[in-house]
């Protein structure tokens, strides 16, 4: 008798690799104010992303205290996250301080809403 433990060769699925800080921008720039036509990292809405293994959290604030799409944008940043693959836990956090004003909108955002003169 062979004392010797058998292996199975059974193919193991390779890891998902783990996700970046870049994977989670891209992520947020496909969300949008509805009432604003670009994105909310070129609008200078989101503060802070802190990765922790598979969960995100992400800090941001919007335009107005009264905004009223806040949830609604907070639940699409939300679900962007949570469609990669390797994110098990999402967190958004809407801030106020510092409070938001067009000095934030990047360069880009800037001039997609004609907001540079020529």
Not at 44 to 51: I, Q
Not at 55 to 68: A, E, F, N, Q, Y
Request: hydrophobic share 35%.
């Amino acid at each position: 008798m062979n004392n010797r433990h058998s292996t199975t060769t059974e193919t193991a699925k390779a890891p998902e690799p783990a996700v970046t800080e870049q994977d989670i921008w891209n992520q947020l720039r496909q969300c949008y104010d509805p009432e604003i036509p670009l994105n909310i990292v070129d609008l200078g809405l989101v503060y802070d992303v802190v990765m922790d293994g598979s969960k995100i959290d992400v800090r941001m604030t919007l335009t107005s205290p009264g905004c009223h799409l806040g949830g609604q944008i907070a639940g699409d940043v939300q679900s962007k996250i949570l469609a990669l693959e390797q994110v098990e836990e999402a967190n958004v956090q809407l801030v106020w301080d510092p409070p938001w004003h067009q000095s934030m909108i990047s360069a880009e955002g800037r001039k997609k809403l004609g907001l540079d003169a020529p």
